[in-house]
């Protein structure tokens, strides 16, 4: 176990420094970038010098990278182009806020929802019941998100009145965007709980349990459930990544001062720190997530747990 | 004695998207306190589900349970509610399963999975259930249960495994234990330690057993009952001595018969055939068209159970006291198979070998720098014109053996030679395309050899493409219409897909299309462990008439040590990568020299319960070892009851009496 | 099938039987049939086929693809159906509602909504084209050459492709469309890096699986090179998967196209896709709610139905897999 940690944080290691390097030679790259050659053109040699030590671009490129690796190993991500001398750091802790909080409450409402119904699916298999949850399920994986929350804000929000449309104002403003993020949670987890359980009700153990004389609920919250829901974590990663690409729209349409507008802000405005910063950013937390789970299935899968172990 | 579970004219359906199949149709049995009942069948003759309907455990919404009753201490258990049926499994039936590497919750401690039962029906609080759990894992033979009681299944052995299997069922001293098959996943010395167990646990606790199985030697070594089913139905019941020597039906004639018996003379019997489609059952005896005796009205009318003595009953005309005498009969059809026997069993006058193995190693490497040599060191030859028979434990190497010899795998060492040429190391394209062509294979699983997208037209015929030995479209059709007549299938069969045969079907298509390059040697991966018992001597049957009409050489590897004596003129036997014993048939039946074969042949039960009654079995005590780690020395003397201090040293490969070699420190 | 009570009927009248007269030839040994021994009851059909009729037994999926026939038909010919283009402006007839003149209304520039959203519908179509395609042709050969070449070969490309997964999707597409300029050519170049992956594992599991098969086994045995493997066992065998998964891929990459020019970062005006529609319609969605709600009926047409046709697809080729 030990060794797959350190095997695996190196491997995270890695797969950062690859990401930071791409995206620190990709803006070199750029056109239009503030580094653009033709872009200074215009400045005095003087402005020019100035603005070259400014940035450290007067340096040969390997030390420039030396230095952009350094700064972000302390935490430093640089400085804001379009907001004047803001660390894209700090604009990052100011708007994480909103960005965790709908991140949160979708992942629990849209897990609490989405195995509710796989289990019901499950129980009632090949009934109307399963039917209509597998008809949400799909529904849910195929309504594009921004055309759910550009729905739910017409409906709900301007037509009816009922929650507040947009802004961050009040915790009633955080309602429908949760919900519009935690449609595509509850469709993920739906589906999967519900194959998962079908799966292991199949199993050899589940006959052995029920000849035992358990009673029916008993199989299913000893036997069945337990062992259905251990693999659940595995898509803890795809739904990190349907949870961050929906921020980026969902954030936007309901006006909430978020990571997921920031990012998507900046790219309007080619505020290129800011986009590597937060690159960066949603990459190591993705990468987190997923070593999290491996941890966590790993902790919790006595059959992983234990090989791993003994090598 | 009185009646602890009686079943009467149960039916079964179970409702597929193809229609209804009447699983179960009419079966009747009793079962007293303290007996076992065996109950034997092929797949798919309701065996199974017979034992499941006793339980209530087939799944709801296909199964239903059409008439009948199962009267368990008078009750019907079909119309017991749910809760009663929750205090009578467990507690008062309970069941072992087939396959105790998925009877288990893998996420669950197995004290736990035995205390669970206990809890439900003693009412004991968690600690004391612990401790009971503790107490039964000891008695089921699991060393050091205090501490193995909080481990999870995947850390026990299959053996182990169905000893906790078996620690679940007799938790709460069930008054009837239901065994569906408790060995057929275990290797033969496994076999023997779990069959000792029951065995035990019946002379202790006084509980009835129902031991489902196809094996007769296990039923003729367990049973005091025996009730033979097929089709749905119980063709035969009696006492195991009735049903064994004088058994009624063809049916179990035709079973009993087609087990070889090394000293018989005549041809391996074998039924015809392949079990109806219970999707549409037959109108008369379900058994008619594959019954070389039946009567005119078999094809009419289903036989009632005629009684021929108080406990033995069976379900055939030929009871009918219009019925003719076909003792007479019987004698000239078993004229006929000697005299087919005789034909095939020509002396090998050629006795040069056609295969040498020479130190043969196949090593594989896995993850993490571990190494598994499946294959250490054989070496062998096989004569032309012989069956060499290679046996052994799961995980010794034989198939790895067949393997490497054929280069599926690379050999990691040694050398092989066919017909004094070698075929180890690299050769050039002609080369290769002879050995591929001279030197055949078969293979174990009738379902995976076949590739489900092609004709079976298309896959007979895949040598005959690569070497490029048919002229014509129509040359290429004509041959694999006559190897399919050959192999004794209809060669209108050509133009449909595998997955519309049955089994036994499936393993002629594949010896079709091994014979299809006119090979020399065959090499026979367990052909015949995945099949059905009737099934397995017409399937050695047609191998032995092949042997004979194409001059063909066989090595047959197998873990079934009854038929590869009936079919092998010598025989190796394997343990942990290495040859361990090599002689001729009949010295190898009569004097074993290894305690390995010694205790391999000990653990196989004959299907003669006189003579499994009085027999002393040798029984190996613990599991086989790690094969990525075996023992240092001699690889068996874990296991040995003879192992000494010089064991530890690796014991030579000698030649103890002509043509038996032996690799065993006791043989100096 | 006969019910409970024909079948009791039928055993009680046995036991009379035994004292019945019987025929004189009732008794007499016919032997066994030769012919009815061995009798296969199962109708002949290759899998495919089999797997056609199954699918053709489910009713979402059927019904998804005559949906999906109409939406690929109103795509080619939907924009010729009256006689405005796709970029054709009238600042006349801005913000019409839907009309005889203009089917489905006006934007803010008064372009023809009708004619836009069909050449959106294309453009998805062309993503959902570009999609399969680069999952056949990249990803099924990626994965195949991986698992058939085996040992250090595959330890490499798997490495590659593990660093790919490392890194969220649109987070590399996202660069790289900074890298570029916004469009088209962009989007599919991004697709061609990221789209298929999936395919590319999916396919590598599945050749291992049959690469140890006793049917390919067999094959080896029989002298069969690997070109042979390849074409007569591999793609057949692989095959459903790689359909299904191509099926499944389809409304991912409309998704991804979509969302990106949502977002600013797709198709730019006047060109239209679904995406620019529903961002257009978004903004101008509290008053004209129609120039957003028909671009999100198509688009979720769409989605649906390729999502059902692949569910269909997958329990239709691999029953196993129905749940």
């Known amino acids: 176990m030990k060794k797959f940690i350190v095997v695996r944080v190196v491997n995270i290691i890695l797969t950062l420094v690859v990401i930071a390097s791409a995206t620190f030679f990709l803006m070199k790259l750029l056109p239009g970038s503030p580094f653009d050659e033709e872009k200074l053109a215009g400045l005095s040699e003087e402005a020019r010098t100035e603005f070259y030590a400014k940035y450290g671009l007067d340096k040969p490129i390997i030390i420039q990278y030396g230095i952009y690796m350094e700064n972000l190993v302390k935490g430093d991500l640089g400085t804001s182009f379009y907001f004047k001398g803001q660390k894209v750091e700090s604009l990052i802790k100011d708007r994480i806020g909103p960005s965790a909080l709908l991140g949160l409450q979708a992942v629990i409402l849209g897990m609490s929802i989405g195995l509710i119904l796989g289990m019901i699916a499950a129980f009632r298999h090949n009934t109307a019941w399963d039917y209509f949850t597998m008809f949400i399920a799909v529904i849910g994986v195929s309504i594009p998100n921004f055309v759910f929350a550009a729905l739910l804000q017409y409906y709900i929000g301007l037509k009816w009145g009922i929650l507040p449309v947009a802004f961050w104002e009040s915790y009633s403003s955080s309602v429908l965007p949760t919900i519009a993020l935690a449609m595509m949670v509850i469709a993920l987890i739906a589906r999967f709980t519900r194959n998962e359980m079908l799966e292991v009700l199949q199993q050899d153990y589940i006959l052995t349990a029920k000849s035992k004389g358990l009673s029916k609920w008993s199989v299913i919250f000893n036997h069945t459930l337990r062992n259905s829901l251990i693999p659940i974590i595995t898509i803890l990663g795809p739904i990190t990544v349907s949870l961050l690409t929906g921020s980026l729209v969902i954030e936007n349409i309901f006006g909430i001062p978020g990571i997921g507008s920031l990012f998507v802000d900046s790219i309007k405005v080619n505020d290129y720190t800011t986009i590597m910063g937060l690159t960066l950013f949603y990459s190591a937390f993705y990468i987190l997530t997923i070593l999290v789970v491996d941890l966590l299935y790993g902790i919790i899968d006595p059959r992983i747990r234990l090989t791993e172990s003994k090598g | 004695m009185k009646p602890l579970l009686e079943v009467k004219d149960l039916h079964v359906s179970f409702h597929t998207q193809a229609g209804v199949v009447k699983a179960v149709r009419g079966v009747n049995f009793t079962v007293n306190e303290g007996e076992t009942l065996a109950i034997v069948g092929e797949s798919g003759s309701g065996k199974s589900v017979t034992s499941k309907a006793i339980m209530k455990l087939l799944p709801e919404k296909i199964a239903t349970y059409d008439s009948g009753q199962v009267l368990f201490d008078g009750q019907n258990l079909l119309e017991a509610p749910e809760r009663r049926m929750e205090v009578v499994r467990g507690s008062e039936i309970a069941m072992v399963f087939q396959d105790p590497m998925t009877a288990l919750n893998p996420t669950m401690t197995i004290g736990k999975q035995v205390a669970e039962s206990v809890m439900k029906h003693q009412g004991l609080s968690k600690k004391e259930a612990q401790k009971r759990a503790i107490e039964i894992l000891e008695l089921v033979g699991i060393p050091e249960p205090a501490t193995r009681v909080n481990q999870y299944p995947h850390q026990f052995s299959g053996g182990m495994r169905q000893r906790v299997v078996i620690a679940i069922a007799i938790a709460c001293n069930p008054r009837l234990l239901i065994a569906d098959e408790p060995t057929t996943a275990l290797d033969v010395t496994i076999q023997a330690q779990i069959l000792d167990l029951l065995k035990d646990i019946q002379k202790r606790m006084g509980t009835a057993i129902i031991l489902i199985t196809h094996d007769l030697g296990v039923v003729a070594n367990m049973a005091d009952k025996v009730a033979v089913m097929y089709a749905g139905k119980i063709v035969e019941e009696g006492t195991v001595n009735e049903v064994f020597y004088e058994s009624q039906h063809p049916y179990t004639w035709g079973l009993l018969k087609s087990i070889p018996d090394l000293d018989a003379e005549e041809e391996l019997y074998s039924i015809p055939g392949s079990p109806p489609d219970l999707l549409h059952p037959p109108v008369g005896d379900a058994f008619a068209v594959r019954n070389e005796f039946a009567l005119a009205i078999d094809y009419k009318t289903q036989p009632p159970m005629f009684k021929v003595s108080d406990s033995h009953s069976a379900a055939t005309w030929l009871l009918h006291p219009k019925a003719p005498d076909l003792s007479a009969v019987i004698q000239v059809k078993e004229r006929e198979r000697v005299a087919v026997a005789k034909k095939r069993n020509r002396l090998i006058a050629d006795s040069s070998p056609i295969i040498q193995v020479k130190d043969l190693q196949k090593h594989f490497h896995l993850s993490g720098n571990k190494q598994l040599r499946a294959v250490d060191g054989v070496s062998f030859d096989i004569n032309r014109g012989e069956t060499l028979g290679l046996v052994g434990e799961s995980g010794c190497g034989k198939s790895t053996t067949g393997r490497t010899i054929i280069r599926l795998y690379e050999p990691t060492g040694g050398e092989v030679y066919f017909d004094g040429e070698p075929i180890h190391g690299q050769l050039n394209k002609g080369q290769e395309n002879r050995m591929k062509q001279k030197i055949q294979m078969i293979f174990q699983d009738p379902y995976a050899s076949l590739d489900p997208r092609k004709k079976v037209l298309d896959s007979v015929a895949e040598g005959i493409d690569i070497h490029k030995l048919a002229t014509s479209p129509k040359d290429r059709k004509d041959i694999v219409q006559n190897l399919l007549e050959v192999v004794g299938l209809n060669k209108e069969f050509m133009n449909r897909y595998p997955h519309e045969f049955s089994g036994g079907q499936r393993q002629r298509v594949g010896i079709a299309r091994a014979l299809a390059v006119n090979p020399d040697v065959i090499i026979a991966d367990e052909p015949i462990s995945a099949l059905d018992v009737s099934i397995q001597a017409q399937v050695v049957n047609l191998l032995k008439d092949l042997q004979y009409e194409k001059e063909l050489t066989y090595l047959f590897i197998a873990h079934d040590i009854s038929m590869v004596k009936y079919i092998s003129d010598r025989i190796g036997v394997m343990y942990l990568g290495n040859l361990v014993e090599l002689a001729p048939t009949k010295a190898i039946s009569e004097r074993p020299l290894h305690p390995y074969t010694q205790a391999l042949m000990s653990a196989v039960p004959v299907p003669d319960p006189m003579e499994e009654r009085d027999r002393e079995r040798i029984v190996l005590t613990g599991d086989l070892p790690n094969p990525m780690n075996p023992p240092t020395g001699c690889r068996f003397r874990t296991r040995c009851p003879y192992a000494m201090e010089k064991c530890k040293e690796i014991p030579l490969w000698k030649e103890a009496e002509k043509d038996h070699w032996v690799a065993c420190h006791l043989i100096d | ?323």
């Open chain 3, 1 to 323: 099938m006969m019910s409970n009570n024909s079948v009791k009927e039928y055993e009680a009248g046995l036991e009379d039987l035994v004292e019945m007269e019987f025929d004189e030839n009732s008794f007499e040994v016919v032997g066994y049939q030769k012919d009815s021994q061995e009798i296969i009851t199962r109708p002949q059909m290759s899998m495919f086929k089999e797997s056609w009729i199954r699918l053709k037994k489910n009713k979402g999926a059927m019904l998804s693809l005559i949906i999906l026939s109409i939406l690929i038909v109103m795509a080619i010919i939907g924009p010729h159906l009256n006689e405005y283009s796709y970029e054709q402006t009238d600042y006349d007839k801005v913000f019409q509602k839907p009309s005889s003149e203009h089917w489905l209304g006006t934007d803010r520039f008064g372009r023809d909504q009708w004619t836009r959203i069909w050449e959106g519908t294309r453009i998805s179509l062309y993503i959902a084209f570009l999609a399969a395609t680069l999952d056949l042709i990249i990803g099924v050969m990626y994965g195949a050459v991986s698992a058939l070449l085996g040992g250090r070969v595959d330890n490499v490309m798997q490495r590659i492709i593990e660093v790919l997964v490392g890194i969220p999707n649109l987070i590399l597409i996202i660069l790289l469309i900074m890298l570029m300029k916004p469009g088209i050519v962009t989007i599919t170049i991004a697709m061609v890096i990221t789209g298929w992956v999936n395919m590319a594992r999916l396919v590598r599991s599945q050749v291992f699986k049959l690469k140890t098969q006793e049917f390919i086994l067999a094959s080896r045995a029989l002298g069969a090179s690997n070109g042979r493997l390849i074409k007569e066992h591999f793609i057949p065998n692989t095959l459903g998967l790689i359909i299904v998964n191509m099926m499944f891929t389809i409304p991912a990459a409309i998704f991804t196209e979509a969302f990106l020019s949502f977002i600013g970062l797709g198709l730019q005006e006047p060109l239209a896709s679904l995406g620019v529609l529903i961002n257009d319609g978004f903004q101008a969605m509290r008053n004209h709610f129609y120039l957003l709600l028909f671009p999100a009926l198509v688009i979720v047409g769409l989605m649906v139905c390729f999502n059902l046709l692949a569910d269909g697809l997958r329990d239709a080729l691999d029953p196993k897999m129905k749940k």
